[in-house]
C-alpha cells in the first residue's frame, strides 16, 4: 500500500478507501459523494445500520458550496472552533450528501490538520473520517498496528511525516440545524464553553503588554456593548506575564471619555483563552504573525483591529510617551472600535 506523506505526490481516484490523519487520530475515509467508497466503510466497520457520517471539509465557504444551510450564529461557532475539534450537524436541504447523511443532516468538521485540509483541496471534494476500531475496540495510537491488523482496509494512506501525539478523545458533536444548540456527544471541547460562546461571544483584543493600547480597546467597546445591551463579552491580553496594572496614561484618557478603567490588570495569552475567543484583534501586523505562529488553527479569527474594521495602518505603542500621544492613539483605537461596534449591531438585528 503507498503511503503519501507530500500532497504533490497523491495519486487520488474516486472509489478510493484511504487512511489519514485528522490531526487528533488516525480515521478511514473516502469521498463523500462515492457510494461504492462509503458502502465499502459500511461493511469494513460492520454498521448494520444507517448512521451518518462525519464530513470534513478544508473551508468554512465549502459549506455554501454545497448548499448547506446554519443559522448566523452557527457561523460564528466554525469562526471560534474551527479547523478544531467541533462536529456540527447542520441541514443539508439539496441533499447533497445523501450517501452519508441522516434526514438529510450532516456533521461537518474541518480538521486541525493541515496536511488533511491540502488533500482535501487536492482532490477537491469533502471526504468523510471515521475511527478505524470497530465498536468496542479500543482506538489504534500507530501506523505500525493499524497497518498489520486492518492494512487490507485501505487502497492508499495520506499521512505527514510528521504528526503530534495522538488523543482518544473523539470530536464533541453538537446539533446545529435549530437556533437552540445541543449536545450530541461530549468530547475534545467541553459543550458548557461552546454553549457559553454561542450565547455570547467573547472578542479579544490583543496588544504587546495588555497595559495601554488593548485595555483601551476593551474598555472603549465594553462600554459601547454595555450601553447598547449587545450579548458580547469584550477581554484583552497580551504577550507578557499577568498581573500588571494598566498605564497611567491610558487610564487618565479612559477616565477622559468617562471610563473607568483602574482596576484593569494584565491577562498574558495562553491556548484556552484563544479557544474560547470568537474574534482576536491585534493592534498590529506583527502581533498578528505572533499568534498565528503560536496557535496557527485559529487562522479564521485572527485580524487586525485595523483589517477587520476596514483601515489600513497598525496601531503604534505610545508606551513610554506623554499623554498627548495616548489621546491620538485612543482617537485611532476609537474610530475603529465604532466600526466594529456598528458591524456587531448589523449583525443582531
Known amino acids: 500500500m503507498k503511503i503519501y506523506n507530500k500532497i504533490s505526490k497523491v495519486k487520488y481516484f474516486e472509489d478510493a478507501v484511504f487512511l489519514h490523519y485528522t490531526g487528533n487520530m488516525f480515521g478511514v475515509g473516502c469521498s463523500a459523494f462515492s457510494k461504492v467508497a462509503v458502502k465499502k466503510i459500511d461493511n469494513l466497520k460492520k454498521r448494520t445500520q444507517k448512521k451518518g457520517y462525519i464530513v470534513l471539509i478544508p473551508e468554512v465557504d465549502w459549506l455554501e458550496r454545497y448548499g448547506i444551510k446554519y443559522h448566523p450564529k452557527i457561523r460564528r461557532l466554525c469562526q471560534q472552533y474551527w479547523p478544531g475539534e467541533l462536529s456540527i450537524v447542520l441541514n443539508d436541504p439539496e441533499n447533497s450528501f445523501k450517501f452519508v447523511s441522516q434526514n438529510q443532516k450532516v456533521a461537518f468538521r474541518i480538521p486541525t490538520s493541515s496536511f488533511l485540509r491540502e488533500f482535501i483541496k487536492k482532490v477537491g471534494t469533502p471526504i468523510i473520517s471515521t475511527s478505524i476500531n470497530l465498536s468496542g475496540e479500543v482506538p489504534y495510537e500507530n501506523v505500525e498496528d493499524i497497518l498489520q491488523e486492518k492494512g487490507n482496509w485501505f487502497d492508499f494512506a495520506v499521512i505527514p511525516s510528521k ?45 504587546t503588554a495588555n497595559i495601554c493600547r488593548s485595555p483601551m480597546a476593551e474598555h472603549y467597546l465594553q462600554h459601547l456593548v454595555d450601553k447598547n445591551g449587545l450579548s458580547y463579552r469584550i477581554g484583552s491580553a497580551g504577550f507578557f506575564e499577568s498581573g500588571v496594572m494598566i498605564s497611567e496614561n491610558s487610564r487618565i484618557v479612559l477616565d477622559e471619555n468617562d471610563i473607568d478603567a483602574s482596576k484593569h490588570v494584565s491577562t498574558q495569552i495562553n491556548e484556552q483563552l484563544i479557544q474560547d475567543s470568537w474574534l482576536v484583534l491585534t493592534m498590529t501586523t506583527q502581533h498578528k504573525l505572533y499568534l498565528l505562529d503560536y496557535f496557527p488553527n485559529s487562522i479564521n479569527k485572527v485580524f487586525t483591529l485595523s483589517e477587520f474594521t476596514d483601515y489600513n495602518m497598525d496601531i503604534d505603542d505610545p508606551y513610554g510617551l506623554d499623554v498627548y500621544f495616548y489621546r491620538e492613539t485612543f482617537k485611532k483605537i476609537r474610530v475603529r472600535i465604532e466600526n466594529l461596534f456598528d458591524k456587531l449591531k448589523s449583525s443582531a438585528e
Not at 172 to 195: A, H, L, Y
Open 163 to 207: 504528526h503530534k501525539e495522538l488523543s482518544i478523545i473523539p470530536s464533541t458533536v453538537i446539533d446545529g440545524t435549530k437556533e437552540n444548540i445541543k449536545c450530541i456527544r461530549e468530547g475534545k471541547i467541553p459543550f458548557s464553553e461552546i454553549q457559553n460562546s454561542y450565547a455570547k461571544p467573547l472578542i479579544l483584543f490583543i496588544c
